[in-house]
C-alpha cells in the first residue's frame, strides 16, 4: 500500500510540474517586462548634527544576486547615481525616472558619516547604510532620509559645548506613565524606562528657553498632562509642546492614557512590519480622511471617511469588497479610488490584490479566435488589459498590396484596446480606452478564411499602412503587432509573404520531474498516465480499479474541493476529478456516452485541468458526440468544447499534450464561466 501511494505522490508531483507548461501554451512565456518607475530621494540633516561634505545617498539598478545591472545601449537615463548632501544640511532631493526590468531591484544606501539614519520616524541606521534592495514593483514614490546625531542615555561629558544655540544647563527631567517620546531641546530620551535623566547641556532656542515635546504611543491619546504637578490639558490630544527656562533645574512630568478614538492604517512592501501589513503587486495612496502619519503609516480618527487609492501592477486587481474581513470599500468616480469608514480597529492591506489574466472578446464575423500575446503594452502602468474585435464595415484600399487573391473575401476588423481597473469585480470597471500605446501589442486572430498567405493594412485617424504579418495556414491564424489600434484590414494573397515573427512561447510539452511533493489541491493541470510498469504491476492494479469505477455527476458539496463557481456548471455534469490513468479515463467516457445515447453534448468536469494527448481525444471523438469540458484555472471555472470531428493534425503539429486553454486557443471555443 505505501509503494501504491508513493507512486499515485509521483505521478501527480510529475502532472503538476508536465501540466504547467502545457496549459499555458496560449500565454506569454514569463519573461522580464520593461517598466517605467519615479521615485524621489530626500535627504536632511537634524539640527545640531554635524557631518562632512561627503555624506551622500547612492541608488544603483542590480539583479536579484545584488549585482550591478549595466544599462542597456540607447538609454540616455541613470542606472546608477548619487544625491550628494548640501553644505549647510539644508534638505536636498532628486527624482529619479528608470526604464527598467520588473525582476530587478533598486538598491539604495546611505553614507551617514557615523550619524543615525531616520526615514519615517524610525531609526534604520543598519538596514540603509549597508544598502536596502527594494525590488522594482515594490518602490514607493519617495524616501525620505534624515541624519541625527547618535544619542546615548546622556549627553558627551566635558569639552567645548558644540556650536549653534547649544547652551550649559543643570536640568535633571523625571516622568511617570506612558510615553511614546519625550524630547528635550533636538534630544529625545531613549531610555523612556529609567524615569529619570540628568542633562548637562542642551539646545535652547534663542529666548534661552528649552523646547519640551511629549509625544503618545502612536495611535494613542493623553486625558491628561502634568507639569511639575499643574494640569495642562482641557481635551485629549496625543502630543504636547511647552517651554521652559533654562535656568529650570528639575521638570517633573505625568501623563494619563485615555481612550483613542483613533487607530492606524498601516502597510509596507516589504514584511518588515509582518505578513499583515505587506502590500504585494500594487500600491497604496493615501487621499484623504487622515491627520497624521505617512509613507503606510498612518493616524485615522474612528468612524471617518477615508479615501484611498488602490493601484494594481499589471495582471492584477482589487479583488473582494472588504479589508480587514469586514469593511466595505466603496468605488469612487476616481479611477482606483475607494472610500470606506474606518472602524475602531487598526486597517491593513493584506491580499488586496488578486492575479487576473488579459480579456479578450470576439464578435466579428470571419473570426472564430484571438489573443493577446503581451498585454502589458496595453496596460503598462498596472490593471488588465482587454482587446475587443468588431466586424468592420470599412475596409481599407488593397490596390498597394501585390499578389492579392481577388477569389476571397478581403476582412475589415475594429479592434479595441482598454486598460482596465476593477472596481471590486470583473462585473464593474474603470475603463481606459488605449488607442495608440507606448510599445506594440501582439495580436493572434484565427480566422476561417484558409489562403496561400494574408497582408494586414492598419487605418489609424485617416492613415493607412501595411503592417508586418504572419500566416500560419494549419491553425489558420494571422499574426501582427501595432503600437496602434483602429480598424485592420485582412487581405488573402496567392502566396505566403510572412513577414512578422511572432513572439516566441513557452511550447506545450511536457518536462520531467523526480519530485514527490505532494499536489493535492493544486489547479494546475494533470497528464494522464499512459504507459508504464512497476516490478510489482502497481501501475495495472491502479488500472484496473480505474477500468471498473462508475463514473458519478459531481456533487457540490465535496469535502476539500474549492466549490467557488461549481454551481454555474450544468447540473448533470459528470466528475471524472478520481481518474489517474489514460485508459481508466477512456473507458469511463465510453460509458458516460453509452448512458447519454442520443445527446449531441454531454458535460464533464475535473479538479485538475487535463493535459490532453492525441490518443484520448481522438478516442472521445469515436463516441461521435461533443464533450463540453469544464475546469478551473487560478480561481476561475472555464468550459472548452471538445466536438466529436476534431482536426487532431493541427492541435498535435508541434506539441506532444494539449492544455485545455490551448484547446480553446486553437479551436476558438473556450469561455470564462465565472
Same mark, same amino acid.
Given at each position: ?8 505522490s ?8 508536465i ?12 519573461a522580464?517586462n ?13 539640527d ?38 548640501s ?15 520588473d525582476d530587478?531591484?533598486i ?9 543615525d539614519?531616520?526615514?519615517n ?23 525620505q ?15 567645548d ?10 536640568l535633571?527631567v523625571?516622568?511617570t ?57 482641557s481635551?485629549?490630544?496625543d502630543?504636547y509642546?511647552?517651554?521652559i527656562s ?12 485615555g ?11 516589504d514584511n ?8 504585494e503587486?500594487g ?15 498612518y493616524?485615522?480618527?474612528d468612524?471617518a +471617511? ?19 474581513g469586514?469593511v466595505?470599500?466603496?468605488?469612487n ?31 466579428a ?12 503594452a496595453v ?12 466586424t468592420?464595415n ?10 492579392? +487573391? ?33 510599445s506594440?501589442a ?51 494573397l ?38 508504464g510498469?512497476?516490478?510489482?504491476n ?18 457540490i ?17 459528470y ?32 479538479e ?21 469540458y ?10 472548452v ?17 494539449a492544455?485545455?486553454?490551448y ?12
Open positions: 500500500m505505501k509503494r501504491v501511494k508513493k507512486i499515485l509521483f505521478m501527480m508531483s510529475m502532472a503538476m510540474m501540466g504547467m507548461i502545457a496549459l499555458d501554451f496560449p500565454i506569454t512565456a514569463q522580464a520593461k517598466v517605467t518607475k519615479s521615485l524621489t530621494l530626500k535627504l536632511s540633516v537634524a545640531g548634527t554635524t557631518v562632512p561634505e561627503n555624506y551622500n545617498v547612492e541608488y544603483k539598478v542590480v539583479d536579484e544576486n545584488g549585482n550591478s545591472v549595466v544599462k542597456p545601449d540607447g538609454y540616455s537615463g541613470e542606472y546608477s547615481g548619487v544625491l550628494g548632501g553644505e549647510d544640511g539644508s534638505e536636498v532631493f532628486k527624482t529619479i525616472s528608470l526604464d527598467v526590468d530587478k531591484y538598491e539604495i544606501r546611505v553614507n551617514s558619516a557615523g550619524n539614519i531616520f526615514i520616524r524610525a531609526n534604520e541606521t543598519s538596514a540603509w547604510s549597508t544598502g536596502q534592495r527594494i525590488a522594482v514593483n515594490a518602490l514607493a514614490s519617495e524616501y532620509f534624515q541624519l541625527q546625531a547618535p544619542q546615548g542615555p546622556n549627553p558627551p561629558p566635558g569639552g559645548p558644540p556650536a549653534g544655540n547649544r547652551k550649559d544647563v543643570n535633571t523625571s516622568w506613565g506612558d510615553f511614546g517620546e519625550i524630547k528635550v531641546g533636538d534630544t529625545s530620551i531613549e531610555d523612556l524606562t529609567t524615569n529619570t535623566q540628568h542633562f548637562s547641556s542642551v539646545n535652547c532656542e534663542q529666548d534661552d528657553t528649552i523646547k519640551i515635546k511629549i509625544q503618545a504611543p502612536f495611535s494613542e491619546v493623553y486625558s491628561s498632562i502634568k507639569i511639575n504637578d499643574e494640569e495642562k490639558l481635551e485629549q490630544t502630543q509642546v511647552f517651554f533654562k535656568d529650570d533645574t528639575s521638570l517633573k512630568i505625568a501623563v494619563v492614557k481612550v483613542s478614538t483613533q487607530h492606524t492604517i498601516i502597510w509596507r512592501y518588515q512590519q509582518g505578513d499583515d501589513a505587506m502590500v503587486h500600491t497604496v495612496e493615501m487621499v484623504s480622511g487622515y491627520h497624521s502619519g505617512g509613507d503606510g503609516h493616524l485615522v480618527n468612524d +471617511d477615508v479615501t484611498i487609492k488602490l493601484i494594481p501592477d499589471y495582471g492584477y486587481q482589487v479583488v473582494g469588497a472588504k479589508i480587514n469586514d466595505d470599500l466603496t468605488a468616480n476616481y479611477t482606483n479610488e475607494f472610500t470606506f469608514r474606518m472602524p475602531p480597529t487598526n486597517v491593513h492591506f493584506k491580499g488586496i490584490f488578486t492575479k487576473t489574466e488579459d480579456i479578450v472578446s470576439v464578435n464575423q470571419g473570426v472564430r479566435g484571438a489573443s493577446l500575446t503581451n498585454g502589458n496596460a503598462g502602468s498596472g490593471g488588465t488589459a482587454k482587446m475587443t474585435i468588431e468592420s470599412s475596409p481599407a484600399d488593397t490596390s498597394s498590396i501585390e499578389g492579392v +487573391d481577388n477569389s476571397k473575401a478581403v476582412q475589415a476588423v475594429d479592434i479595441q484596446m482598454d486598460q482596465l481597473f476593477y472596481k471590486n469585480s470583473a462585473d464593474d470597471l474603470w475603463t481606459q480606452p488605449q488607442h495608440e500605446l507606448s506594440s501582439e495580436v493572434k486572430l484565427v480566422v476561417d478564411q484558409p489562403a496561400a498567405g494574408y497582408a494586414v493594412l492598419r487605418e489609424h485617424n485617416g492613415q493607412i499602412d501595411k503592417i508586418p504579418a504572419h500566416y500560419d495556414e494549419a491553425t489558420g491564424t494571422v499574426t501582427f503587432a501595432s503600437d496602434k489600434y483602429s480598424v485592420f484590414t485582412l487581405v488573402p496567392t502566396e505566403s509573404n510572412n513577414q512578422y515573427d511572432p513572439i516566441e512561447v513557452e511550447p506545450d510539452v511536457p518536462a520531467e520531474s523526480e519530485s514527490e511533493a505532494s499536489s493535492e489541491g493544486s489547479d494546475e493541470p494533470a497528464v494522464l498516465k499512459t504507459s510498469e512497476t516490478s510489482d502497481t501501475y495495472f492494479v491502479i488500472e484496473q480499479q480505474e477500468i471498473n469505477r462508475n463514473p458519478e455527476t459531481i456533487i458539496d465535496a469535502m476539500g474541493v474549492d466549490k467557488t463557481g461549481l454551481e454555474s456548471m450544468p447540473k448533470q455534469t466528475n471524472l476529478s478520481s481518474f489517474v490513468t489514460a485508459k481508466g479515463f477512456m473507458t469511463s467516457i465510453d460509458k458516460i456516452a453509452k448512458s447519454n445515447q442520443g445527446k449531441s453534448a454531454i458535460n464533464i468536469y475535473t485538475r485541468p487535463i493535459c490532453f494527448t492525441k490518443e484520448i481525444l481522438q478516442h472521445m471523438s469515436k463516441n461521435n458526440v461533443d464533450f463540453v469544464y475546469f478551473k484555472h487560478k480561481g476561475h471555472l472555464y468550459s468544447t471538445i466536438p466529436a470531428q476534431i482536426d487532431l493534425e493541427a492541435i498535435f503539429k508541434n506539441n506532444k499534450y492544455g485545455p486553454l484547446l480553446g486557443y486553437v479551436l476558438g471555443n473556450s469561455k470564462l464561466i465565472k
